[in-house]
């Protein structure tokens, strides 16, 4: 932990600088870029029922879209107004009113036709429902039935066969840690967040090399680096504030180096709303844009690496940080051995780098003095995305880039949420302040004064699998508590995931609006729970956001749900339930006495015991983590690891499939067309010589197939790397194969090789089953 604390947001330069403009020609006209004002203009109009209120919630509650962070309009980074359209979308949620009774009660039929966006514009959910096998509409049902229901059955399984997740919407660090408590109280370790799907090998790969589970420096530190590394993040898009603080970081000469599969036309370019220059004139972020294949990223570090250690045989000095690698790290003369063995052809085959490229980068940070990596689900979804972020902090800790001002390795976080879930124990391997070990379980069994079941608990890919075992199994998932989350959207196969939530006995939704899980059947009933947003919730609630920031979000006047519950209350009062007589364990009268709480279970968050009132915020661990080199490992050093490159199947013929997000935040959609490159959700990215070689015709309807699924789409010529193409999020995960996960940190994988053919000549041939013996041909090829 640092001693260095954070010294509080700076100013950016008052007077312009023209050499960082797109084009003198104002407000991007003629150019695709995000509409801001008429976004903001259309959630106006949205919110105009509830204006005031909307208006107090983002000027004093924190905000629950991205975890760039922000308490109110200000954050800890740059003086100055913070806010985005992503947190104006979202912001309806929290002011819409109840779904009319009409509507809520209507046919299920019905109700299923409409897709998660309409779902969600139908209003807040006002009271708990149920809905058993057969019948036609939800029933409402008062709280004591639906808890003891939930409760009744609960007690009557085995807790391996219970299962909780929770998703990053809002929810705060006080509702995880009590979910996280009452799991074990109710004798389950199957608890998981939504940080399995977005960031769980970032916290697993930065724990073996650095010791550490979370951002190692702040966003103050890509203000003034030598060069701020972008590795499959469009940051751009989805913390789209952090766009202004790339503005500040290039006005102080930071170099912008972006490494992703697609030519992210965001993060090339940008029109930063809040800062007026660049809202006039837009502002260059990029200074080079690396290619690299899906995939390749391991073996492009590979070449970076080789490079600094033949630069150093040259050269000693020239390229890798002496007295940081000998005085803070180990397994330097292994990672150098390995890296020697790699054959340049391999590298530059695997990483669609060409060597003198690599070059150009390994120098550019042999040159720099500082430096700052940020990735995101670009590094992590695939399986092997602990590798991935390893390999990261083998180049951050090679040029003694940990530790130090300017310099630190970042896993932007995409939800408000997420990086609290787990530092509060919401997570099958991790106890509040530490691991699932017998230390720690110890630790925390003293503070609870229960014991806490020492079996590993699933992650929730697996839980969702355990739903298809048979009735006797002693993990057979029969109940499935959810806060929200949408599997059906969210994890890959989305026929395989439905048949598995269909399959539990009773599925417990907490939610504030439905999603079509909250829909489907299960073998026994479904119960709907309504829970408050964070701004509700009686004592506030507090979140933490990629840097560490722990903010106070405080409860905020105005119009409130029916039956709407604090989330961290309702995990309480089931728990009461189904454990009367040991009740007192887990009880708490407010939100303070859990902050109390946690402040004693994580000692790195102590100090959340005394945030109150609106603004109240501290960071945990300091302005870096590993300060000065010492890591929080057994030895104080970090561990420099052999990476070998990962096996990536893509046969002849075939591409390789990545997916990206566009006007959406996380799964939830917000507009039919990207902003920043003006695709369809179901447009296809490919780049024009591999479309031109299918003889695909831009705009032309195809199919994209393998042997997990078939995607219907168009063709849209774009910058992807040849032999790379995307397509969006969640609609490609028809394309995922089911039940594959990343070996250390369970993420699913969320990339594939496919074939692409005109849509023509897919049906043509469908006919006279073209397409099964091209499956079977695929199958061959694959396995
Ligand atoms: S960038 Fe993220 S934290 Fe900031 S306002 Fe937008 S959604 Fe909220």
């Known amino acids: 932990m640092g001693k260095t604390k954070h010294q509080g947001p700076v100013r950016l330069p008052k007077s312009p600088d023209p050499k960082h403009w797109v084009s003198w020609v104002p407000f991007g006209i003629g150019k695709v870029k995000p509409k801001h004002i008429r976004d903001t203009a259309k959630v106006v109009w949205e919110n105009k029922d509830s204006l005031p209120y909307a208006t107090r919630i983002l000027t004093q509650g924190v905000c629950d879209g991205c975890a760039l962070g922000v308490g109110g309009l200000k954050d800890q980074t740059l003086t100055g107004p913070h806010v985005c359209t992503t947190r104006l979308n979202v912001l309806r949620l929290n002011t819409m009113p109840a779904i009319k009774k009409e509507i809520l009660f209507q046919d299920i039929d019905d109700l299923r036709k409409m897709d998660s966006s309409e779902l969600r514009n139908l209003g807040r959910i006002p009271y708990p429902l149920s809905r058993e096998p057969g019948d036609k509409k939800f029933k409402r049902i008062s709280w004591d039935e639906a808890l003891d229901r939930a409760a009744k059955k609960i007690k009557s399984i085995d807790p ?34 939504a940080s399995r799907i977005c960031h769980s090998p970032s916290k697993t790969a930065l724990k073996r090399s650095l010791g550490i589970g979370a951002s190692s420096c702040s966003y103050m530190d890509w203000i003034g680096t030598d060069v701020l590394i972008f590795w499959g993040s469009v940051a751009a898009n989805n913390q789209p504030v952090s766009t202004k603080y790339m503005y500040a970081a290039k006005r102080k000469g930071t170099k912008i180096i972006v490494i992703n599969p697609y030519y992210e036309p965001s993060m090339d370019k940008y029109w930063i709303p809040s800062v007026p220059e660049s809202a006039l004139f837009g502002t260059k972020l990029a200074d080079d844009v690396y290619q690299v294949n899906i995939g390749g990223d391991i073996a492009f570090m590979n070449g970076i690496m080789k490079h600094w250690f033949e630069m150093e045989k040259k050269q000693p000095g020239s390229a890798i940080d002496r007295d940081f690698i000998n005085s803070h790290t180990r397994g330097f003369t292994e990672l150098k051995k390995h890296v020697a063995d790699q054959d340049w052809s391999v590298l530059e085959k695997s990483s669609g780098i060409t060597k003198e490229r690599m070059y150009e980068f390994a120098k550019l940070l042999a040159r720099s003095k500082s430096g700052v990596f940020v990735w995101s ?3 992590t979804q695939h399986r092997f995305g602990t590798d991935n972020i390893s390999q990261v902090a083998n180049l951050a800790m090679l040029r003694g880039f940990i530790g130090r001002e300017k310099c630190g390795v970042m896993p932007i976080r995409g939800h408000s949420g997420v990086q609290g879930s787990g530092e509060m124990g919401a997570d099958p391997f991790v106890l509040p302040g530490g691991e699932f070990d017998n230390e720690n379980r110890k630790r925390i ?17 697996v839980s969702l699998e355990n739903a298809l075992l048979p009735d006797d199994h002693e993990r057979k998932l029969k109940v499935l508590y959810t806060s929200g989350g949408n ?15 269909e399959n539990t006995d009773v599925r417990i939704h907490q939610d504030i609006i439905l999603n079509t899980s909250t829909l489907l059947d299960a073998k026994e009933q479904v119960i709907v729970l309504p829970a408050m947003t964070r701004y509700e919730q009686p004592g506030g609630g507090t979140s933490t956001s990629t840097e560490r920031m722990v903010y106070f979000s405080p409860e905020i006047k105005g119009p409130r749900i029916e039956e709407a519950r604090a989330e961290w209350e309702i995990y309480i009062e089931l728990a009461k339930r189904v454990k009367p007589h040991k009740a007192e364990l887990v009880d708490y009268n407010s939100a303070e006495e859990i902050r109390e709480e ?12 005394h945030l109150k009132k609106k603004g109240d915020v ?24 052999p990476i070998s490159l990962p096996e990536v199947r893509k046969p002849e013929g075939h591409f390789y499939l990545t997916t990206r997000r566009g006007k959406q935040f996380n799964s939830m959609i917000y507009g039919k067309q990207d902003p920043n490159n003006n695709a369809d959700r179901f447009d296809v990215l490919i780049h024009r010589a591999d479309a031109k070689e299918l003889g695909i015709a831009e705009g032309e309807a195809i199919v994209v197939y393998n042997r997990y699924g078939v995607f219907h789409g168009r063709a849209k010529y774009d910058r992807t790397r040849r032999g790379n193409i995307a397509v969006y999020w969640p609609e490609g995960n028809v394309l995922m194969e089911k039940k594959v996960y990343e070996r250390y940190a369970g993420m699913p994988e969320y990339n594939t090789a496919v ?24 199958e061959t090829e694959i396995s």
């Not at 959207?489 to 939530?501: A, I, N, R, S, Y």
């Not at 661990?621 to 300060?627: D, N, Q």
């Open 160 to 193: 391996r066969q219970l299962a909780f997740f929770l998703t990053a919407r809002g929810i705060t660090n006080e509702s995880y840690y009590a979910a996280g408590k009452v799991a074990r109280f109710l004798g389950t370790n199957n608890i998981d967040n």
């Open 377 to 379: 689900m670009g590094l």
């Open 445 to 461: 069994e003293e503070i609870w004064k229960f014991k806490i079941p020492d079996w590993q608990g699933d992650i929730i890919g």
């Open 487 to 501: 599997f059906l959207e969210t994890m890959p196969d989305p026929g395989f995931v439905k048949q598995c939530l």
């Open 598 to 609: 946690i402040a004693k279970a994580n000692p790195n968050y102590e100090g959340i015991q």
């Open 618 to 641: 501290f960071q945990w661990g300091g302005a870096w983590l590993c300060e000065g080199g010492i890591c929080p490992t057994e030895d104080g050093r970090g561990i420099l690891l």
């Open 755 to 778: 074939i692409v053919e005109k849509a023509e000549t897919y049906h043509a041939h469908k006919d006279t089953k073209y397409v099964e013996r091209r499956v079977e041909e695929l």
